[in-house]
Structures are given as structure tokens and as C-alpha cells.
């Protein structure tokens, strides 16, 4: 199975701030099969990234994805109040697909 | 925009067989994935399983042959089920429909099913 780590566990920033959250995978992703989930309290993940850096319907363009091969980083430009939350990443190239251990994205 | 529902009983005693299903509401597109993803309380995702249009199933092989993922095209519904379970199948159980159109990608995702395996 494909390891995903994610850096830092958290991460803690003030509204306005930049966040660069990481995913390393333990082995290349053929065609960057990578996406990035929020899951804000008590609620479903939503999908905000596919492909690696491409957003979703409907998320802000200050969320954005880059990367290739085994790393990967999640960037929100200005950190607005709901964007704090926990990110995970997941590689969808082989199965079974696999989920990072979570980064959370706490209020300073 | 598509919107899915789940149901299914949240109290399981062990050796029983968890049952959830998923309903989708709104437009179809092709190439559509459906999946079941768990999170164990206070834990991170798991992935389950999948099933495409084509009703070609992928499941996750760390819950060996426990695991039926099926699908009623009819009634845009799929299903899961789950043998055995034992206390560590305990966890908030996530029903997912994912689709690409017009050139970028969207889901949208159950309310979440806390299902309980207790004596």
C-alpha cells in the first residue's frame, strides 16, 4: 500500500496568514493521482483539489495545489475564519487508496 | 448539484452484518465513482471500497472478504455491507459520489452514519 505523510500534525496560524501544508508519498504517483480534502468540525470532507493542483468546483483560488512524483503541498494564500480545519490528502493512483494521517489547521 | 443521503442502523452486536445505503439526487454524469470511506472516532479516513458505472467494484483488501459493495442503477442507490463486525469496525461509515465534468471534478459526500458494535 501507498504510505502518505503529511506535515505538520498542525499547524497553527492567525486569519490572513499563509498555510503550506505537505504529503509525501512512499512511492511516485503515476499522473500525480492526488487529492486534498477539508473537514471542518462534525462535518463530511469535501474534495477541494484533484489531480494534484487542479481546485474543485465551487473552491476559492486561494487554495491551490502543486506537486509531483511523491511530493506534494496544499497552499491557502490568506487563511480566512473558515478555513480552519483538518486537511487530508489522498492518493488515488493504486488501490487501495490511501488517506494521509490529517493536518490540522488551528487558530493562533 | 447532486446530492446524497445515507441510512442504515448505527447499533451492530458483534458477528452481525452492517448495512448502509446511499441515494443520489440530481443530475448523472458518466464516469461517476462511488465509495464508502469510515473514521474511526477522533481517527483519520479509511478508504473502503468503490464502484464505477460499469459496476466494477474495488475494495480495500485490509477488510479481506467481509466487504459487498453493489449498486441499483434504477434507483441511483448503492449499498454496503459488512460481515462480522467486531468493536474495531466502529466509526463514523461516509457514503461518496465523485464526478468529473466539463473539465474539473466535484463531490459531494453523506451526512456520516456513526455505527456502534457493542455487546
Known amino acids: 500500500d501507498i504510505v502518505l505523510t503529511q506535515s505538520p500534525g498542525t499547524l497553527s496560524l492567525s486569519p490572513g496568514e499563509r498555510a503550506t501544508l505537505s504529503c509525501r508519498a512512499s512511492?511516485?504517483?503515476?499522473?500525480?493521482?492526488l487529492a486534498w480534502y477539508q473537514q471542518r468540525p462534525g462535518q463530511a470532507p469535501r474534495l477541494l483539489i484533484h489531480?494534484?493542483?487542479m481546485r474543485a468546483s465551487g473552491i476559492p483560488d486561494r487554495f491551490s495545489g502543486s506537486g509531483s512524483g511523491t511530493d506534494f503541498s496544499l497552499t491557502i494564500s490568506r487563511l480566512e475564519p473558515e478555513d480552519f480545519a483538518v486537511y487530508y490528502c489522498q492518493q488515488y493512483d493504486t488501490s487501495p487508496r490511501t488517506f494521509g494521517q490529517g493536518t490540522k489547521v488551528e487558530i493562533k | 448539484q447532486v446530492q446524497v443521503q445515507q441510512w442504515g442502523a448505527g447499533l451492530l452486536n458483534p458477528s452481525e452484518t452492517l448495512s448502509l445505503t446511499c441515494a443520489a439526487y440530481g443530475p448523472s454524469f458518466s464516469g461517476t465513482y462511488r465509495t464508502w470511506i469510515r473514521q474511526s472516532p477522533g481517527k483519520g479516513l479509511e478508504w473502503i471500497g468503490e464502484?464505477?458505472?460499469?459496476?466494477?467494484?474495488n475494495h480495500n483488501p485490509s477488510l479481506k472478504s467481509r466487504v459487498t459493495i453493489s449498486m441499483d442503477t434504477s434507483k441511483n442507490q448503492f449499498s454496503l455491507k459488512l460481515s462480522s463486525v467486531t468493536a474495531a469496525d466502529t466509526a463514523v461509515y461516509y457514503c461518496?459520489?465523485?464526478?468529473?465534468?466539463?473539465?474539473?471534478?466535484?463531490?459531494?459526500w453523506g451526512q456520516g452514519t456513526l455505527v456502534t458494535v457493542s455487546a
Open positions: 464502484i464505477n458505472d460499469t459496476g466494477s467494484v
Open positions: 512511492q511516485s504517483l503515476s499522473n500525480n493521482l
Open positions: 461518496r459520489q465523485a464526478w468529473c465534468s466539463a473539465g474539473t471534478c466535484s463531490d459531494s
Open positions: 489531480g494534484a493542483s
